[in-house]
């Protein structure tokens, strides 16, 4: 068996971490609008994927407002230190029905900020593999099923709360089961199309599924 799991708000709450972010803005005097405005960096990848640098975004705002940059930015690398108080509740269970070596964490985002998010919060020592890319998710899965060689007829699960990702997985590997997984707490509102075999609104529903096809 394996399972690849999304981590923004999938695993981690990231509508209430993108909060606390903001506020620390606010707490140096920048608005939202400014700390929107000044997000993205102004140089885009090869790829033309927007890539979020919190040093550039300090540098910008720096430039728009009477801000002290070298406090901010202190204060962003300590709320960046320790983000466990981000994972959900239930992620805890759900990583202790299965093993660690079919478990694999599959993100979006390729950059140091998406990196520290995850690796800080103290969960990927419960995963085979954390895979973070700025491409479809499929390729993590394809990596995968190339190098462990598995069968066609391998349990693979992939839970996400984005239904682009869960139909370019199924389009690309049909025997896959998807899972979307609409938590009250997520950013986004996809609505199931015939490329998600289930909908769930936490793990433990997610966990029934996988173990009811384990014959548990
Ligand atoms: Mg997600």
Do not use: W
């Amino acid at each position: 068996m394996k399972i690849f799991i999304d981590f923004d708000d999938v695993l981690f709450n990231t509508k209430k971490f993108r909060t606390d972010y903001l506020n620390i803005f606010k707490k140096h005097g920048i608005s939202k609008k400014v700390f929107e405005v000044c997000y993205y960096s102004a140089v885009k990848s090869k790829k033309n994927i927007r890539q979020y640098n919190p040093v550039k975004h300090i540098e910008r705002l720096t430039k728009l407002n009477n801000i002290n940059p070298v406090a901010l930015q202190k204060d962003v690398i300590n709320f960046v230190k320790d983000t466990s108080k981000y994972i959900f509740n239930d992620v805890g269970i759900f990583l202790e029905r299965f093993k660690k070596r079919d478990l694999i964490i599959a993100s979006f985002s390729e950059t140091d900020f998406q990196k520290a998010k995850i690796v800080n919060s103290g969960i990927t020592k419960n995963f085979h593999k954390v895979e973070i890319i700025n491409e479809l998710k499929s390729r993590i899965v394809g990596n995968l099923i190339k190098s462990e060689k598995l069968l066609a007829d391998t349990d693979v699960y992939f839970i996400d709360d984005r239904v682009e990702q869960l139909a370019d997985v199924k389009q690309k590997f049909p025997q896959i089961k998807t899972i979307l997984l609409k938590r009250k707490e997520g950013r986004y509102n996809d609505r199931k199309n015939k490329y998600c075999d289930f909908v769930c609104h936490n793990l433990e529903q997610a966990e029934k599924i996988i173990l009811k096809f384990n014959g548990k």
